[in-house]
């Protein structure tokens, strides 16, 4: 073997080392943009026109430069969105799913980069969170790809180089607490009251809100009392993620899902744990890890008090 066949073989095992252990969490598009035309409402058109529903989409960069005073992007955008069809099967199956109903997408584009880019969880990354194992997660990611070759024809497809860290800690979190069913909507209106209170305090903002239940109930679903989804979000924790991993507003903003199924005498909520976070984006720096740590502390305080 001569050295040019030679640096060929070592070059093509390292893409096949890196090609192996990749993060398949976040799937990220990048589209050429050098004169701007393309903005994350095109992305959002171009959902919207395949059936998805926008919940949200709102531009991060402004708040960035108007708090923080200073800003690594050109655009930085936020979306809140779902497809009706596999929302609702997804939740009528598993209950806790809702916490990717609306699922988030991030579409950004630094300065002095000539690319836009869209980041969102893969299925893979669905099932890890929610420790569920359903094609539907692979229909719907088929159906997320053929839409965004829809919008972006010549967009290039590609997973994250870098890997996940492993974790033993739980990826959602979920609370279960005893309300009879006939309580059940007077108790969901004291409890918010409380929980609103406090995450204002706290810092968390309601970035949107969804009925789910409603839709539920216009398909002629009607397991649950109600079932309310909210999407939560720290500016400063998404502004300090978002600089040297801008593919974490895929995780962002979070969603909590707030639900009492008929006949359960129960009522449950549900949130993304921030070790998904930490795991699946790899962080390791100890001063935004301990910021996470004390978000996530901060939200299960406010659960806590606010069900007392």
């Not at 923080?68 to 799913?97: C, R």
Request: proline letters at 2%.
């Amino acid at each position: 073997m001569n050295l040019q066949t030679m640096k060929r073989a070592i070059i093509l095992i390292a893409m096949l080392f890196t090609w192996v252990n990749a993060n398949d969490n976040i799937l990220v598009y990048k589209i050429e943009n050098q004169n701007h035309k393309i903005s994350a409402q095109t992305v959002a058109d171009g959902l919207k026109n395949s059936g998805y529903t926008v919940a949200k989409n709102q531009d991060m960069n402004g708040p960035y430069k108007k708090q923080f005073g200073n800003t690594v992007f050109e655009s930085y955008n936020l979306m809140s969105v779902y497809h009706p069809d596999f929302a609702k099967k997804l939740v009528v199956k598993y209950d806790k799913a809702g916490i990717f109903v609306p699922f988030s997408i991030a579409v950004y584009q630094r300065q002095n980069d000539d690319n836009l880019y869209v980041a969102l969880l893969s299925a893979s990354a669905q099932e890890k969170i929610l420790d569920i194992k359903d094609v539907l997660f692979n229909e719907l990611e088929a159906l997320n790809k053929k839409t965004m070759k829809k919008i972006f024809p010549t967009a290039q497809e590609s997973f994250l180089s870098y890997e996940a860290t492993n974790t033993k800690s739980e990826l959602y979190t979920k609370y279960s607490f005893d309300v009879d069913d006939e309580d059940a909507n007077s108790g969901y209106d004291d409890m918010m009251m409380m929980m609103e209170g406090n995450m204002k305090t706290n810092g968390f903002v309601v970035a949107n809100y969804l009925d789910f239940n409603a839709e539920l109930k216009n398909n002629g679903m009607n397991d649950y009392m109600f079932y309310h989804s909210y999407s939560l979000c720290k500016l400063k924790i998404i502004y300090e993620l978002s600089k040297a991993t801008p593919e974490a507003g895929a995780f962002a903003p979070c969603t909590m899902v707030i639900y009492h199924k008929k006949g359960s005498n129960k009522t449950e909520i549900v949130s993304l744990n921030i070790n998904s976070l930490i795991s699946m984006l790899s962080l390791k720096d100890k001063e935004l890890l301990k910021m996470l740590d004390d978000t996530q502390a901060d939200m299960t305080t406010i659960i806590q008090d606010s069900t007392e």
